[in-house]
């Protein structure tokens, strides 16, 4: 069982919706990433998080600390949002290094 | 400021050579990670580097070593490249002295192919 689990693997959605991805990991962490990749390949990190809620643009993140459980939400849903949307850990004793989940492939269509 | 960079982007290879896979670090970055991300999977750490040290590992063979220079930039090295090696490899940096609140900047990765 890997450390970090992410659900579902893949997401298609219409213009417009709200979209939900899950998070669950079995180690304690100080802090829990969510990332984006494009085709091409490059990450970029949209949110760092250690507890409660973050939220930039259509973009909201939380955490519960206590269940080991993370949520990323997309509201009003856009064509350009289609991508791998990526959870990762850092682990409490591992410092800096990162373990990450699967991926979710998101495809919005228009 | 320039971000993280990572060259080349894309490199092809045969079986048993050897590859040499650069990044620079963000600016003001002093930890350098490495990361392989085979396809449909998510990237898996390969080692770490700060004050020309690795400082971690994860399970990869020794035929991946790398190197941090003075001016905080990395090498990875992979010998006795095996197909399985194909992948995209990832660097990542970071400033140790912020610890875990330290975000991780990514580069675009090198796409490795092995033939």
């Not at chain 1, 490059?42 to 206590?66: C, Y």
Request: with cysteine; glycine share 10%; charged share 15%.
């Amino acid at each position: 069982k890997n450390e970090v689990e992410q659900s579902p693997q893949n997401l298609t959605a219409q213009e417009g919706e709200f979209i939900t991805i899950n998070c669950s990991y079995s180690v304690g962490i100080s802090a829990l990433h969510w990332l984006q990749q494009h085709p091409g390949g490059g990450i970029v990190s949209l949110f760092m998080l250690s507890s409660g809620k973050k939220k930039h643009g259509r973009l909201i993140a939380t955490i519960n600390i206590q269940e080991k459980h993370s949520s990323l939400h997309i509201t009003a849903s856009h064509p350009r949002d289609s991508a791998v949307y990526i959870c990762a850990v850092r682990s409490e004793t591992s410092g800096s290094r990162l373990t990450f989940g699967e991926g979710t492939q998101l495809t919005v269509n228009p | 400021d320039a971000g993280v960079t990572q060259s080349p982007t894309h490199l092809i290879k045969t079986r048993g050579q050897q590859v040499t896979l650069r990044c620079s670090p963000k600016s003001g970055h002093d930890t350098v990670s490495w990361y392989q991300q085979a396809l449909g999977q998510g990237p898996q750490f390969i080692f770490q580097y700060y004050e020309e040290e690795e400082r971690q590992r994860g399970n990869f063979p020794d035929r991946f070593s790398g190197h941090q220079f003075p001016n905080y930039s990395s090498e990875l090295n992979v010998n006795a490249l095996l197909l399985g090696d194909s992948a995209l490899y990832l660097c990542a940096s970071s400033l140790v002295s912020r610890g875990w609140l330290g975000e991780a900047f990514f580069g675009q990765g090198t796409r490795l192919t092995v033939v």
